[in-house]
């Protein structure tokens, strides 16, 4: 029994142990477990909150190690299933100096592409009152079908259901079916979190508020659009909220996004109304903000995802 339930990747992030190189030109790289959805359970946990993850690993030594790290934080593996035909993903990231990132992934297939509905935990979905996944497991089957399943499971289940539409362009086969592949579950999530880069890509419009209001659809509750270290603006089906961010020295940005909606899932758990009332909104944001700027001052996703001390803490000092 857990209260958020986060489904999709769970694999191993790769990071240069330098800052402001090229892959060809990193010498040495730091293992680090990752992918974001379990970034939010883990997230998730640290903060305090009941959290479980689902997906798949390979039954390989890296699909072990993933596994004990989501246990060791005290996040649910019930749903998480070994594959015995497939590895478990890796992918090497490249840091610039100011922290942002380029991807080099390895899964052809990896395990967590090979997650099907037969394998989807029904009870464990049907226990959780917030259902949270993310896009890269609607790229190909039967891990779209597992996705589609889950999500149909969750709403019926009566679930809040929060989606990440995580833009990973060099997984998908073109910018068509990524546009689509992100889109076609829009319908069906009640909160969504989107960086400002990603809602420019799925609706074309450079301005935030053009762009938020065209993707904007009856079944959401919350739109949020993250903005760096500029913060985010909030939407929902009347007014907008600018909520600002948190100057920090950023190391790696890896999972500062997946950093954020830890914190505002684990808002919206505590405070339910809050979509419709803004100053627990941006009281909410605040704290995401919190988690999100941490998590960039180390190298690595999971690694560097805060407690809810020192989340607390670095509040009160800023």
Request: net charge neutral.
């Amino acid at each position: 029994m857990v209260d958020v339930l986060s489904f999709g990747e769970l694999l191993i992030d790769f990071v240069p142990t330098t800052s402001g190189v090229s892959l060809t030109e990193a010498k040495a790289f730091k293992k680090a477990p990752g992918g974001a959805p379990a970034n939010v359970a883990v997230g998730l946990a640290r903060l305090g909150v009941n959290a479980g993850f689902m997906g798949m690993v390979g039954d390989d030594a890296f699909g072990h190690f993933l596994v004990d790290v989501l246990k060791s934080n005290g996040v649910s593996t019930q749903g998480v299933r070994f594959s015995g035909v497939a590895r478990t993903a890796l992918a090497f990231i490249s840091l610039q100096k100011n922290g942002e990132r380029d991807f080099m992934f390895y899964r052809h297939p990896s395990a967590d592409m090979l997650y099907s509905p037969q394998d989807v935990d029904v009870a464990a979905i049907r226990s959780a009152k917030i259902f949270h996944f993310g896009s890269i497991t609607l790229i190909g089957e039967p891990s779209r079908s597992a996705t589609l399943f889950a999500l149909e499971t969750a709403r019926e289940a009566g679930c809040l259901i929060s989606y990440d539409p995580n833009l990973r362009l060099n997984l998908w086969p073109g910018e068509k079916e990524a546009r689509e592949g992100m889109l076609s579950v829009w319908d069906q999530a009640h909160i969504i979190k989107i960086s400002d880069e990603e809602l420019e890509f799925l609706s074309g419009e450079k301005d935030i508020e053009k762009g938020a209001r065209s993707l904007w659809r009856d079944t959401l509750k919350l739109l949020v659009v993250t903005r760096g270290s500029k913060g985010v603006t909030c939407f929902n089906a009347h007014t907008q909220l600018q909520v600002p961010g948190y100057a920090v020295k950023a190391v790696d940005t890896t999972g500062a996004g997946d950093g954020f909606v830890a914190g505002l899932l684990a808002g919206m758990l505590a405070h339910p109304e809050a979509v419709q009332d803004e100053a627990v909104l941006r009281s909410i944001c605040q704290r995401a903000n919190a988690v999100g700027a941490l998590t960039t001052t180390r190298r690595g996703a999971i690694p560097a995802l805060p407690t809810l001390k020192k989340v607390v803490q670095f509040q009160r000092s800023n």
